[in-house]
């Protein structure tokens, strides 16, 4: 097989012989012949190997060809380069810089000039005033903001000094004089700058999350802080990261099962899904749940994980909430388009989550310190008056037998008695925490009827047995007709009984549950009331525990009449009665 030769680029001048040259290397070269004008184009054209040329041809071949390969390099690099001098001329310029909209290369003539006329300052003083030499060619950075078309752009601007005929700058050594340019690089950072004013943007919602200055815990329940959470988290989900479909739920750490706590622009079908953090059978929440993995589901109506979420199946992206390395629950996005998430959404979903699950864990803080606090309260309270109780006891009965004859000092020394063994009970009421009515026995001695609640037949449905009885005794007592339950799938039972024969003497003007019972939720309870009767009103009860509040905020968003918050007394549950009660709207 006959190898290819190499070739010969040869460029024609007055001491050069090409008939000559072709006899002599036409035996081992391909020669090529060109003019010097025509040199660059020849040599990169024709793949030549060698070139052979006069001393005065060669030289400005050499700068040509090491100039055109240097422009190769400044091009291919990404980035806009030019050489400005001091009056604000661009020299040269690459390709990419000239393809910049002439606004951005005016703003970057204008700070290599700037930087220019301070390289010049920083080279005529002392080295002692600037630092040095090393000082005096340090890069200076500048950062271009356009924000009508939020455009962003970085530019690194070095001095260069070139040493030509037409004097600039006083050189301070020897030689001619120095004429200092600035050459620059111009870096467009538009997506670096979005994202971290993204990030930002993202940094300051979390911490307005978590912010529950004093008031807002001084005076607003658990729910109204949660619901104050709920409004900032739908806000900032809209706005930063247009999240319009979303679904936050919380991890049952005894039942596994995912609370929902919040949602916006979720169906009711999706919402009232009971889930839990397993693998299989529980959705992508319930997968993410499980494994602590985020998860993008590009396409729902093909994913066998997915259960429902929204009633046009596209995309969905889930990722947990994680406080101190622990899942605590879910935030779930929803989206009617295929592919409507990608790996920078997972992200700031990601991020926001955190802060989320934050807020969250702060508002389950203070229901325990505040159930902590009232425990130590009752217990030093009970403890500082155990003592003067007793000796106001003994006092007396020493008293009652100085004073035997003495009816009228003896009827006063009842009275101090009754008051003592109220003062006791009360105590105990007290010590109780949520296991007690305050001020129940008054209501039932007293045995006053209310006109507005006499014949009212209310239901209610609570796990504790002795607040549950409490409940219907006060109520009794001023003239209800109460129905009691001792969990939620009765109360419920009886509501869809009553809803399928809405039998006048089976019905109901007033619903009270508990929230957290063993078998279902206060929620439940609620919805149950609702389809039974829209106008049906219901008051949620809840205490100290696990996101107690979370059936109420959903409650609430569908109408829900008030909320109790054990221990509670029996003149608030009275007049909280009477309220949602008188709200009803009167029967035909």
Same mark, same amino acid.
């Given at each position: 097989?006959?190898?290819?030769?190499?070739?010969?680029?040869?460029?024609? !001048?007055?001491?050069?012989?090409?008939?000559?040259?072709?006899?002599?290397?036409?035996?081992?070269?391909?020669?090529?012949?060109?003019?010097?004008?025509?040199?660059?184009?020849t040599?990169?054209?024709?793949?030549?190997?060698?070139?052979?040329?006069?001393?005065?041809?060669?030289? $400005?071949?050499?700068?040509?060809?090491?100039?055109?390969?240097?422009?190769m390099?400044?091009?291919?690099?990404?980035?806009?380069?030019?050489?400005?001098?001091?009056?604000?001329?661009?020299?040269?310029?690459?390709?990419?810089?000239?393809?910049?909209?002439? $606004?951005?290369?005016?703003r970057?003539?204008h700070?290599?000039r700037?930087?220019?006329?301070?390289?010049?300052?920083?080279?005529?003083?002392?080295?002692?005033?600037?630092?040095?030499?090393?000082?005096?060619?340090?890069?200076?950075?500048?950062?271009?903001?356009?924000?009508?078309?939020?455009?962003?752009?970085?530019?690194?601007?070095?001095?260069?000094?070139?040493?030509?005929?037409?004097?600039?700058?006083?050189?301070?050594?020897? !030689?001619?004089?120095?004429?200092?340019l600035?050459?620059?690089?111009?870096?467009?950072?538009?997506?670096?700058?979005?994202?971290?004013?993204?990030?930002?943007?993202?940094?300051?919602?979390?911490?307005?999350l %978590?912010?529950?200055?004093?008031? /807002?815990?001084?005076?607003?329940?658990?729910?109204?802080?949660?619901?104050?959470?709920?409004?900032?988290?739908r806000?900032?989900?809209? #706005?930063?990261?247009?999240?319009?479909?979303?679904?936050?739920?919380?991890?049952?750490? #005894?039942?596994?099962?995912?609370?929902?706590?919040?949602?916006?622009?979720?169906?009711?079908?999706a919402?009232?899904?009971?889930?839990?953090?397993?693998?299989?059978?529980?959705?992508?929440?319930?997968?993410?749940?499980?494994?602590?993995?985020?998860? +993008?589901?590009?396409?729902?109506a093909?994913?066998? =994980?997915?259960i429902y979420?929204? #009633?046009?199946? !596209?995309?969905?992206l889930?990722?947990?909430?994680?406080?101190? @390395?622990?899942?605590? !629950?879910?935030?779930?996005?929803?989206?009617?388009?295929?592919?409507?998430?990608?790996d920078?959404?997972?992200?700031?979903?990601? +991020?926001? %989550?955190?802060?989320?699950?934050?807020?969250?864990?702060?508002?389950?803080?203070?229901?325990? #310190?505040?159930?902590?606090?009232?425990?130590?309260?009752?217990? *030093?309270?009970?403890?500082?008056?155990?003592?003067?109780?007793?000796?106001?006891?003994?006092?007396?009965?020493?008293?009652?037998?100085?004073?035997?004859?003495?009816?009228?000092?003896?009827?006063?020394?009842?009275?101090?008695?009754?008051?003592?063994?109220? /003062?006791?009970?009360?105590?105990?009421?007290?010590?109780?925490?949520?296991?007690?009515?305050?001020?129940?026995?008054?209501?039932?001695?007293?045995? *006053?009827?209310?006109?507005?609640? &006499?014949?009212?037949?209310?239901?209610?449905?609570?796990? @504790?047995?002795?607040?549950?009885?409490?409940?219907?005794?006060?109520?009794?007592?001023?003239?209800?007709?109460?129905?009691?339950c001792?969990?939620?799938?009765?109360?419920?039972?009886?509501?869809?009984?009553? =809803?399928?024969?809405?039998?006048?003497?089976?019905?109901?003007?007033?619903?009270?549950?508990? /929230?957290?019972?063993?078998?279902?939720?206060?929620?439940?309870?609620?919805? %149950?009331a609702?389809?039974?009767?829209?106008?049906? $009103?219901?008051?949620?009860?809840?205490?100290?525990?696990?996101?107690?509040?979370?059936?109420?905020?959903?409650?609430?968003?569908?109408?829900?009449?008030?909320?109790?918050? &054990?221990?509670?007394?029996?003149?608030?549950?009275?007049?909280?009665?009477? %309220?949602?009660?008188?709200?009803?709207?009167?029967?035909?």
């Amino acid at each position: 097989m006959t190898q290819s030769r190499p070739k010969l680029l040869v460029l024609g !001048g007055p001491h050069i012989d090409t008939d000559a040259l072709g006899e002599t290397l036409g035996r081992y070269y391909d020669l090529v012949e060109s003019s010097p004008d025509a040199a660059i184009r020849t040599l990169e054209g024709e793949g030549c190997h060698a070139v052979l040329a006069e001393a005065g041809d060669f030289f $400005p071949l050499e700068r040509d060809l090491v100039g055109r390969q240097s422009s190769m390099l400044l091009n291919a690099i990404g980035e806009g380069v030019c050489l400005v001098d001091r009056d604000g001329r661009v020299l040269w310029a690459n390709q990419l810089y000239r393809d910049l909209l002439e $606004p951005v290369r005016k703003r970057v003539v204008h700070v290599c000039r700037h930087a220019v006329e301070h390289f010049i300052q920083q080279r005529n003083q002392p080295e002692s005033a600037t630092g040095g030499p090393e000082a005096t060619n340090r890069t200076r950075r500048f950062k271009l903001n356009f924000r009508k078309s939020q455009r962003y752009f970085e530019v690194l601007v070095s001095p260069v000094a070139s040493k030509l005929n037409a004097p600039s700058v006083p050189s301070q050594g020897q !030689g001619a004089p120095t004429i200092m340019l600035a050459a620059a690089v111009v870096r467009d950072v538009t997506a670096t700058e979005r994202l971290n004013r993204k990030m930002d943007a993202i940094e300051r919602a979390g911490q307005d999350l %978590a912010r529950l200055d004093a008031d /807002i815990v001084r005076k607003m329940h658990p729910t109204e802080r949660l619901r104050l959470i709920e409004e900032r988290v739908r806000h900032y989900a809209h #706005e930063l990261l247009h999240f319009d479909h979303f679904a936050i739920r919380m991890l049952h750490p #005894e039942t596994s099962r995912l609370d929902l706590v919040m949602s916006s622009g979720i169906p009711e079908k999706a919402r009232n899904i009971e889930l839990y953090a397993e693998m299989e059978g529980n959705g992508l929440s319930g997968y993410v749940a499980a494994t602590g993995q985020s998860c +993008i589901s590009n396409n729902t109506a093909n994913d066998p =994980r997915y259960i429902y979420g929204l #009633e046009t199946p !596209g995309s969905s992206l889930t990722v947990p909430l994680r406080v101190h @390395d622990r899942i605590v !629950g879910v935030f779930n996005i929803e989206s009617s388009q295929q592919d409507a998430f990608n790996d920078r959404d997972r992200q700031f979903a990601q +991020i926001f %989550a955190s802060y989320i699950a934050g807020a969250l864990h702060t508002l389950n803080l203070l229901l325990v #310190e505040k159930h902590t606090t009232s425990e130590f309260a009752s217990g *030093t309270v009970t403890g500082e008056i155990r003592g003067p109780l007793n000796d106001l006891a003994a006092e007396v009965d020493l008293l009652r037998k100085e004073n035997e004859g003495n009816h009228a000092m003896l009827a006063h020394l009842d009275r101090i008695s009754r008051d003592v063994l109220s /003062i006791r009970r009360r105590m105990k009421a007290f010590t109780k925490g949520e296991a007690t009515l305050l001020g129940a026995d008054e209501v039932i001695e007293s045995g *006053t009827i209310d006109p507005a609640l &006499k014949g009212k037949r209310v239901l209610v449905a609570d796990n @504790d047995e002795t607040i549950r009885e409490l409940i219907r005794d006060v109520l009794s007592a001023v003239g209800c007709r109460v129905v009691t339950c001792d969990d939620a799938t009765s109360a419920i039972r009886l509501l869809e009984t009553w =809803r399928h024969t809405f039998d006048a003497d089976e019905g109901f003007d007033l619903v009270i549950s508990d /929230i957290r019972m063993d078998d279902r939720t206060g929620y439940e309870v609620f919805a %149950a009331a609702r389809e039974a009767s829209e106008d049906l $009103p219901v008051l949620l009860m809840t205490g100290f525990g696990y996101d107690p509040h979370h059936s109420i905020v959903r409650a609430t968003q569908e109408g829900l009449q008030g909320v109790l918050f &054990k221990p509670f007394a029996a003149k608030t549950l009275i007049e909280d009665v009477r %309220a949602a009660i008188l709200k009803m709207p009167r029967k035909a």
